[in-house]
């Protein structure tokens, strides 16, 4: 099992590129949930989502969109990167709402 | 007010030693409490999971949640140099909209030195 993989590791942007995040989970976990941690502000919520062809807002939801075609995969998007999306970004997933599995992160460096 | 606050330390201990962790919270909905590690360039691990007030012990580990108080505390008896990571708590709702988002705490560097 690989548990919950992330792509790419590393990205660099200049501002106004798109782009997207792949989150994959061989876990066959229905919630999926995206994660932005910055220092000094610990993890954000994003999007999640409670099953295949699902998504909902979390926290800090502006700039970024989401899709879950298929129960392994939730994709995030940004359509036109600022450098306030410089971060660290994780996927999880969970079976029940306390256990959320976590992927090893996306470094995103917005120029 | 954030709704969790939690020192980020840095806090340096020696091997051995017994190391508090410590949460408050000022939702008083909050049911589900939990502890994450997190070692450098890594993603948080669940360590250990509570639901209201009470203790949990798991190995060298124990949880405890105060709700009367909103403080949840994590000890870490004999610490080794392996538990050096960042550890954040984080909580839920029991029910209701926003019972599906966990809330963390900005986590707490710990270094524990050999």
């Known amino acids: 099992n690989a548990g919950v993989t992330q792509t790419p590791k590393f990205r660099v942007l200049k501002t106004g590129q798109s782009m997207t995040l792949l989150c994959a989970q061989d876990?066959?976990?229905?919630?999926m949930y995206w994660y932005r941690q910055d220092p000094g502000m610990g993890l954000r919520l994003i999007h999640y989502s409670v099953g295949e062809g699902t998504t909902a807002k979390g926290e800090v939801p502006d700039g970024y969109n989401v899709s879950r075609l298929k129960k392994q995969n939730f994709l995030l998007g940004l359509e036109s990167a600022a450098p306030s999306q410089t971060s660290v970004y994780f996927c999880?997933?969970?079976?029940?709402?306390?256990?959320?599995?976590f992927g090893p992160g996306t470094r995103l460096t917005v120029l | 007010q954030k709704e969790v606050e939690q020192d980020p330390g840095p806090l340096s201990v020696p091997e051995g030693a017994i190391v508090s962790l410590n949460c408050t919270y000022s939702?008083?909905?909050?049911?589900?409490f939990m502890w994450y590690r997190q070692y450098s360039r890594k993603g948080p691990e669940l360590l250990m999971y509570t639901y209201s007030s009470g203790n949990k012990e798991d190995g060298r580990f124990t949880a405890q949640v105060d709700k009367s108080s909103k403080y949840i505390s994590l000890f870490i008896r004999d610490s080794q140099p392996s538990d050096s990571a960042t550890y954040l708590c984080a909580m839920r709702l029991s029910s209701g909209a926003g019972s599906y988002q966990l809330t963390f705490g900005k986590g707490t560097k710990l270094s524990v030195i050999p």
């Open positions: 876990m066959n976990h229905e919630y």
């Open positions: 939702n008083s909905a909050f049911q589900y």
């Open positions: 999880a997933s969970s079976l029940e709402w306390y256990e959320q599995f």
